[in-house]
């Protein structure tokens, strides 16, 4: 779809701090809660997304993200949404990438195998899924403008997620930083899918 003509806009959210996040450590499937911290972020994002007419709400299962959901709009009824799952760590999960390097020097959780783990384009077949799912609830919308698309999500999700909305490899999140609490948008520039925001703290 061309922006000039409407289309559908993806907004990003990664949820607020965790204990782990805050220490920097692999978190994918363990389920942790906000802390204090991350619950005033989540709290935070409300005046900026609460104005904003979503068609859909799509949030990833894990308590961290409906915690941010919830406590970002808490009148929201989203669908939940396996393929915004964080990525699965396998045997890196708890541990901080300084602590993995310890025991292997340039160890890089975007470019070696670990084992058990996802790899990066097995995450970008799932963010393509997720992508399709989203525009398709945006696009069932109907009507003239820009139809506006919730997703509450991870930090490696959502930048592979970003790559492959951009049309380029899932390794490319990488090189977009994304901190917790923050909104980020996708869209269109004419005919382009374009990054129209990324990495807002507010």
Same mark, same amino acid.
């Given at each position: 779809?061309?922006?000039?003509?409407?289309?559908?806009?993806?907004?990003?959210?990664?949820?607020?701090?965790?204990?782990?996040?805050?220490?920097?450590?692999?978190?994918?499937?363990?389920?942790?809660?906000?802390?204090?911290?991350?619950?005033?972020?989540?709290?935070?994002?409300?005046?900026?997304?609460?104005?904003?007419?979503?068609?859909?709400?799509?949030?990833?299962?894990?308590?961290?993200?409906?915690?941010?959901?919830?406590?970002?709009?808490?009148?929201?009824?989203?669908?939940?949404?396996?393929?915004?799952?964080?990525?699965?760590?396998?045997?890196?999960?708890?541990?901080?990438?300084?602590?993995?390097?310890?025991?292997?020097?340039?160890?890089?959780?975007?470019?070696?195998?670990?084992?058990?783990?996802?790899?990066?384009?097995?995450?970008?077949?799932? !963010?393509?899924?997720?992508?399709?799912? %989203? /525009?398709?609830?945006?696009?069932? =919308?109907?009507?003239? #403008?820009?139809?506006? $698309? *919730?997703?509450?999500?991870?930090?490696?999700?959502?930048?592979?997620?970003? !790559?492959?909305?951009?049309?380029?490899? %899932? /390794?490319?999140?990488?090189?977009? =930083?994304?901190?917790? #609490?923050?909104?980020? $948008? *996708?869209?269109?520039?004419?005919?382009?899918?374009?990054?129209?925001?990324?990495?807002?703290?507010?």
């Amino acid at each position: 779809m061309s922006a000039l003509n409407g289309g559908v806009r993806l907004w990003l959210v990664r949820h607020g701090e965790t204990e782990w996040s805050r220490a920097l450590r692999h978190t994918g499937r363990t389920d942790l809660p906000l802390t204090d911290h991350g619950r005033a972020q989540a709290t935070a994002l409300a005046p900026r997304l609460r104005e904003v007419p979503f068609v859909a709400i799509r949030c990833s299962p894990l308590l961290r993200a409906r915690q941010t959901l919830e406590l970002a709009l808490p009148e929201a009824a989203p669908t939940l949404d396996d393929h915004l799952q964080e990525r699965d760590y396998g045997v890196a999960e708890g541990r901080t990438t300084t602590e993995l390097r310890a025991e292997a020097p340039g160890w890089d959780s975007w470019t070696v195998a670990i084992d058990g783990a996802e790899t990066i384009d097995q995450v970008g077949a799932r !963010a393509d899924r997720a992508i399709a799912q %989203a /525009v398709a609830a945006g696009e069932s =919308a109907g009507g003239p #403008g820009d139809h506006d $698309v *919730l997703l509450v999500s991870h930090g490696h999700l959502l930048r592979v997620l970003a !790559a492959r909305w951009l049309g380029q490899p %899932a /390794v490319l999140g990488a090189q977009l =930083a994304l901190a917790v #609490g923050t909104v980020s $948008v *996708l869209g269109f520039e004419r005919e382009r899918r374009a990054l129209l925001r990324w990495n807002d703290a507010g």
